[in-house]
């Protein structure tokens, strides 16, 4: 039988071993508890570009040789047959200028919806607009089918050559289709818009709008195309009575240029009205704006690649520009067609073009002249 003094001692000896038990595990000792490791990091997600990079090839389609085909870069030293004559046969010869504008471009996604294309800005685009330009001004051109150098005719233009459009477009949407305005716009887009159609001044060094060649005077402003054909036999120039013209000499008149020089006609400046709300800030408004919308619809696999490049070329159309065009003769105004509403050549290429008195013919038609190839 236990004391009170062997009870208290036992009871000590308990405490002490517990304490002891406690100093084992907490210095490494092994517990019951197993720790759960921690959960690693989850990677951040790379930020998706806003806006990616795209590059647009344009080409132009001829009749060279037996059937159409989509020309280089280059259209010098090319022999064509293009347009008609009286009996409806294509006119040989050879295009010796080959340049046009384009603005106001977008991206069409498979909802139909347009996005806005954001150029570049280079020797060849900038505020907006681009100048396609296929033809290098040279006697010994790249890929040419005129052997004697002498007969090329291709002399008119410049050396440099552009046969691509470059900017930026909403990352994300699936496009495969594209949109644009032949011609140059009245006006930049932006806070602070200036001219750009009728562009003098500090506004008249803009690249590509101070291009040699492509302005009329300075109201008239900008040659929105400047495509010329020079058939193998010149031009007979009739006159109003339907006889073919003499000139000074008593000479029977001939023309050597069939030209295509689309821009905006019947133009005046307006001052800025400040009487009326809103201000009507100062500009040119044109009779015959003559600027010609395009809409081309791609594949559904989709009009840009992983790179962001078309897969399809913008094609200019030439046989279609032509298609009803007697190149064969100058029956009054300026030789071919410089836009003037009364000169015969001109019925042919605004109907190709799907010009009604300086606007559009239709709402829901686009010019056969552009096509995707």
Not at 12 to 24: F, K, P
Not at 112 to 137: K, R
Request: proline share 5%; hydrophobic share 40%; glycine share 12%.
């Amino acid at each position: 039988m236990m004391n009170k003094r062997n009870l208290k001692k036992l009871a000590e000896l308990g405490v002490a071993m517990t304490v002891i038990a406690t100093l084992v595990v907490g210095c490494g000792g092994k517990s019951s508890t197993t720790e759960t490791p921690a959960t690693p990091a989850t990677p951040a997600t790379p930020a998706v570009p806003a806006t990616r990079s795209i590059t647009i090839d344009f080409g132009v389609l001829a009749q060279n040789g037996a059937a159409s085909a989509v020309l280089g870069t280059d259209i010098c030293a090319k022999a064509l047959t293009l347009g008609t004559n009286a009996s409806g046969v294509a006119v040989a010869g050879q295009v010796n200028d080959m340049r046009f504008f384009v603005s106001g471009i977008n991206l069409v996604d498979h909802n139909g919806v347009a996005h806005p294309v954001t150029l570049d800005e280079t020797a060849f685009q900038s505020t907006g607009v681009a100048l396609l330009d296929f033809e290098s001004a040279s006697a010994v051109a790249s890929g040419g089918t005129i052997a004697d150098a002498a007969a090329n005719k291709c002399t008119g233009g410049t050396a440099a050559t552009n046969t691509v459009i470059t900017g930026t477009v909403d990352n994300g949407p699936h496009y495969h289709g594209v949109d644009f305005v032949l011609g140059v716009p009245v006006k930049s887009t932006g806070a602070n818009p200036v001219e750009l159609n009728h562009a003098n001044g500090a506004t008249a060094g803009i690249a590509p709008l101070a291009a040699a060649g492509m302005s009329w005077n300075w109201q008239g402003g900008k040659k929105f195309t400047k495509i010329q054909y020079v058939p193998n036999t010149p031009m007979v120039v009739y006159n109003a009575s339907g006889v073919q013209a003499t000139n000074a000499s008593g000479v029977l008149a001939t023309a050597t240029t069939w030209n295509v020089h689309l821009g905006s006609t019947g133009c005046m400046f307006n001052p800025a009205a400040s009487g009326v709300t809103p201000v009507t800030p100062a500009g040119y408004e044109c009779g015959a704006p003559n600027r010609v919308p395009v809409a081309l619809d791609g594949t559904l696999g989709g009009f840009l690649d992983s790179a962001g490049r078309s897969t399809q070329k913008v094609v200019v159309d030439l046989v279609e520009l032509f298609k009803t065009a007697d190149l064969t003769k100058e029956a009054g105004g300026a030789a071919g067609c410089m836009s003037g509403a009364a000169d015969p050549e001109c019925v042919a290429i605004f109907s190709a073009l799907q010009l009604s008195n300086g606007l559009p013919a239709s709402a829901v038609t686009t010019t056969p002249v552009f096509k995707l190839q």
